[in-house]
């Protein structure tokens, strides 16, 4: 089954880096955000890519181009100012019809069993499966009892909310909802989907970090420095 990445926006959140580098480039423990996303589909056995690249695409080309660990890889210039549901258009041409494949963002990591994910998607047979999670919270969490801190959790989970984790598995019917470069997937499409009772979502508990910006790749920086495993590998 094939992978969609999304990986041509400029990353101003994390302007550090992507004034030079897009941010597909930017590493973790050496080894960039790209890599490691295709690595935890390889290990799942699927090792179909097709990048949909933009913002300083030839970055990415030219790494990748001689690359003797991804042999299966497209790199498709999608435009600097294309929005990711037309991004994701502009893919249409590599899938047949009824086709099912993964979309995901060049910025989230995660332990999701992509084969339960996938199982889940074709057995509810809607078009699209999005992978729910938990949002962290950005600050400690105090409760108080009669000005006494009587419990202090620092960033803890939302245990009533879910939220987009970005690990997706869509049917190629969803081509039919983005219209074109302008339409941003997670507005209109989604919404649309949401309404037709033709998006189902896949909560997952485990492990979910998006590198949005330079705490959170201090905090994945971290992570893969102090773990023999990393924890978002299987």
Not at 38 to 49: A, D, K, W
Not at 211 to 232: A, C, F, R, S, T
Request: aromatic share 12%; glycine share 6%.
């Amino acid at each position: 089954m094939k992978t969609v990445v999304l990986a041509g926006g400029y990353g101003t959140r994390i302007e550090e880096y992507t004034k030079k580098i897009p941010k597909p480039m930017i590493k973790i423990g050496g080894i960039p955000l790209l890599t490691h996303i295709m690595r935890i589909f390889v290990s799942y056995g699927y090792n179909e890519f097709i990048i949909a690249a933009g913002y300083k695409k030839k970055i990415i080309q030219n790494y990748y181009s001689n690359s003797k660990e991804f042999t299966n890889l497209k790199i498709i210039d999608t435009g600097k100012e294309t929005m990711t549901g037309g991004r994701l258009l502009r893919l249409k041409l590599y899938f047949k019809k009824n086709e099912n494949f993964f979309m995901t963002y060049v910025d989230g990591l995660s332990d999701v069993n992509l084969n339960k994910l996938k199982n889940f998607h074709l057995k509810h047979q809607k078009i699209a499966t999005v992978t729910a999670v938990r949002p962290p919270v950005r600050f400690g969490e105090i409760s108080i009892v009669k000005s006494r801190v009587s419990s202090f959790k620092e960033k803890p989970e939302i245990k009533s909310s879910w939220i987009n984790g970005g690990f997706f598995v869509l049917n190629h019917e969803v081509f039919k909802f983005i219209k074109n470069d302008a339409i941003s997937f997670e507005k209109q499409p989604m919404e649309k989907l949401s309404i037709k009772k033709n998006l189902m979502a896949y909560k997952h508990k485990g492990f979910w970090k998006c590198m949005d910006n330079l705490g959170d790749k201090n905090y994945l920086e971290k992570l893969y420095k102090n773990n023999k495993v990393k924890p978002w590998k299987k």
